[in-house]
């Protein structure tokens, strides 16, 4: 990925390739942040997430929970990471690629998160599969739509693990579609002061990321056994005392590690979100010669320092 059309890319290799000086630096500034997601975000989570997702028996709820979140965000910073690589490399000989990536977990829903998560090959079995069935039959659009979702994840490999990855955000997407508007209206009209619960981001994100993280527990578990292990962990009730208990028994190298992860992600979040309304390259390259230098070497330190270079992880999607 990204996953280009034909149409697209091919009458790119017809045209000459012109040095810019700019679309250079971008494509080498893009793959630098590349590296930083994964290098240093994504192969340090993977440390904590094969510990949970390896040894599922050894497992409480409040590693499960730790171990899917950062999962989710092990997978987000190793694929889109790879894509900016991907992205970057391509525009620095000429090429112009799609994003596969727009901050999914900033939306509010699980169709919003699917417009920007893996956008080429989401929107290749949209266009491909989807759209030319429910066109034929509208009756059947849902169907089709769960359809799809459990064909993506079969496409990742012939493992129950994937296709039940598939099916819950079919589920999910059709219950999004079909069913949210009509049951928010029935419980507004009971309790009108829902409305300001369904209405408010923060909470619509953070239920939306709680609804990916299940399904991203089949994608990592080793089988379907494991899955359904984790899953009923994942959804296990603990007292205030237990989970209390679960973290005094974390070792300091444990506690380290959980302490780095949560730093990196909201470091990510932060970032990302400051992107939304803020040209990092556009505004770096307003301030003088020096400093602007002296932030890309501080970029390249970080990853060389921070990067968990030693873990040899290779890219997840390499796989598929």
Known sequence: GPIERAGRLLPQFKKKFIFIHDQVASGIKLMTWGFFKKLV????????????????????????????????????????GYSDIAVGSARTMGFK?????????????????????????????????????????????YFYLLMTMVLIGFWHGANWTFIMFGLFHGLFLVFDQKYKATIQSRIISVAPFAKKIF??????????MFLVCIPMVFFRARNISDSFTLIEMFFSTL????????????????????????????????????????????????????????????????????????INNEFIYFQF
């Open 199 to 208: 209405k408010n981001r923060v909470l619509s994100i953070s239920f939306n």
């Open 41 to 80: 975000i994504a192969d340090r989570l993977a440390i904590f997430v094969g510990q949970v997702f390896n040894n599922p028996q050894d497992q409480n709820a409040v590693t499960v929970v730790l171990g899917s979140i950062f999962f989710y965000f092990q997978i987000y910073c190793d694929f889109s």
């Open 239 to 310: 007292s205030f005392n237990e989970i209390k208990m679960a973290v005094f028994a974390f070792d300091i190298v444990k506690l380290k590690l959980i302490f780095f992860s949560i730093v990196a992600i909201v470091v990510l979040l932060v970032l990302e979100k400051i992107s939304m309304t803020f040209n990092f390259q556009k505004e770096i390259k307003k301030l003088p010669f020096i400093v602007k230098n002296l932030i890309y070497v501080a970029s390249v330190m970080v990853i060389i320092v921070f990067g968990a270079s030693r």
């Open 97 to 141: 690629l799609m994003d596969n990536f727009k901050l999914p977990h900033f939306e509010p829903n699980i169709s919003k998160f699917w417009r920007g998560w893996h956008i080429s090959l989401s929107n290749w079995f949209r266009d491909y599969y989807y759209i030319p069935r429910a066109l034929k039959r509208k009756n059947l659009k």
